[in-house]
């Protein structure tokens, strides 16, 4: 396949001290990410869907009929409550628009409920346990179609991580230092018509500790309206 033959244009730069620090690539399947790529990998390359999740209706009835699924508990347990079921039709409904990708459903009611026929990969960028500052999950920046799209998106910010960051500083901890802008500089050169950002709102995707440049403002105003109310005029010597 084509990725395998431009794989050299990310390993020739491994087993080197051309890094600054250690660079990992994980993938997972699917949102459950099992290889926690979300939180332990510089770039995490993550299986997801736009919309809903499939329910072959029948077969979810079945499920319940058998008594091996009840349907109750696979409301309650959407935590954006994007399902119903209809008591009287027998089916289930799933919100698209409000599905976070958390799996519960499926992980209950599978193969009744699966994953949508939609398919993307989440790309994600800068989280690691070890680092100059501290650990960080990854932060969400495009939705590609194929895992060869990431090539020249890697390869560039492998680069700017070369020119940018001081020795034992990961991705993330570059992200923190120079502000998210780096990495959307060169998601907008390489993955010009990929949609940007978070694939949906799915906790585990979304939340990290490295900030968009518009979430750093905001925590930064936040803390000085704090530091004003709190001390009159936000002195930083108490
Ligand atoms: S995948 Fe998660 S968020 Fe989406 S419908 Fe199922 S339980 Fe709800």
Redesign the pocket.
């Given at each position: 396949m084509d990725y395998v033959r431009s794989h050299p244009a990310v390993y020739r730069y491994l087993n080197t001290q051309m890094f600054p620090y250690k660079i990992k690539f994980k993938f997972s399947g699917c949102p459950m990410d099992c290889a926690t790529a979300n939180s332990r990998a510089d770039f995490a390359l993550i299986g997801t869907w736009i919309g809903?999740?499939e329910v072959d209706q029948g077969l979810f009835r079945k499920m319940v009929e058998e008594g091996k699924i009840n349907p109750k508990e696979i409301v309650d347990?959407?935590?954006?409550k994007?399902?119903t079921w209809d008591e009287e039709k027998k089916e289930l409904r799933?919100d698209g628009s409000k599905?976070?990708?958390?799996?519960?459903?499926?992980r209950k009611a599978f193969p009744a409920i699966r994953p949508g026929k939609n398919r993307k990969i989440a790309l994600l960028v800068g989280a690691h346990v070890q680092g100059h500052f501290g650990p960080k999950l990854a932060r969400a920046v495009a939705l590609l179609d194929s895992i060869e799209e990431v090539i020249p998106f890697a390869t560039e910010l492998i680069n700017k991580y070369m020119e940018l960051a001081p020795r034992r500083h990961r991705i993330g901890d570059m992200i923190i230092k120079r502000g998210f802008k780096v990495i959307s500089e060169v998601a907008d050169k390489t993955l010009p018509n990929k949609p940007k950002g978070t694939p949906s709102s799915h906790l585990r995707i979304s939340i990290g500790t490295n900030l968009t440049d518009d979430e750093r403002k905001m925590y930064e105003d936040w803390a000085k309206q704090i530091m004003n109310e709190y001390f009159g005029g936000g002195s930083s010597s108490r």
């Open positions: 809903a999740p347990s959407c935590p954006s994007a399902i799933i599905c976070l990708k958390a799996m519960n459903c499926i």
